[in-house]
């Protein structure tokens, strides 16, 4: 058995919503969902089985193009979007809908983003810096981002970061990896080093 699903539709246009190139589309953690987001800086939301449009972002999510999106690793069904607007959002999940809940602000435009089972949140940057945060609560509700590293363009890759993606751990030290504009594939070992 080849393993793919002939159910499922292979047809170009079968999930219609965006009307701009998509720049990414990511499955929930539970594959219940697809999540995509598009130079037309909006979001959408769909159900994996019957590939209904479960939701869609209030138009304009974001004041330009929306580069990458990750779900959160605890089944919360909420996810986050970065954008040449310089900002990552976080959409919240609750009773069957998305809302805009934190949101953070960088001096650069954010080009990738990803997070950790354990929760890290490791974005990058069209300068070709990377940072990895962490979601700061209080009492289960979030109040803000907690900066944990912020690694610099002269010791990562000198141009955009295209993509990012922490590596699944089960030693409990995360390693990311990110690939850039200039063609290079780099490693991060404990938030330490290239």
């Known amino acids: 058995s080849s393993g793919i699903n002939a159910e499922w539709p292979l047809r170009p246009g079968?999930?219609?919503?965006?009307?701009l190139t998509v720049t990414r589309v990511r499955f929930s953690p539970d594959s219940s969902k697809l999540l995509s987001v598009s130079r037309d800086r909006e979001w959408v939301v769909w159900d994996t089985t019957s590939h209904i449009l479960l939701a869609r972002s209030p138009p304009k999510a974001h004041a330009r193009i929306i580069w990458d999106c990750a779900w959160f690793?605890?089944?919360?069904?909420?996810?986050?979007?970065?954008s040449r607007?310089?900002?990552?959002?976080?959409?919240?999940?609750?009773?069957?809908?998305?809302?805009l809940g934190l949101s953070r602000t960088f001096d650069s435009s954010v080009t990738a983003v990803d997070v950790h089972s354990q929760g890290y949140i490791a974005v990058g940057f069209e300068t070709g810096g990377v940072a990895v945060l962490a979601k700061e609560e209080e009492g289960g509700v979030g109040k803000g981002f907690i900066t944990l590293v912020e690694y610099e363009s002269f010791i990562c890759p000198s141009l955009t970061i295209n993509t990012l993606q922490w590596r699944p751990s089960t030693d409990g030290a995360p390693q990311l990896a990110i690939c850039?504009?200039?063609?290079?594939?780099a490693i991060f070992n404990n938030f330490v080093s290239c």
Do not use: I
Request: net charge negative; glycine share 6%; charged share 30%.
């Open 180 to 185: 850039s504009d200039d063609s290079s594939v």
């Open 73 to 82: 690793k605890d089944n919360s069904g909420s996810f986050m979007t970065v």
């Open 85 to 99: 607007d310089k900002t990552l959002r976080v959409w919240e999940y609750e009773s069957g809908t998305w809302e």
């Open 14 to 19: 079968e999930l219609v919503h965006h009307n």
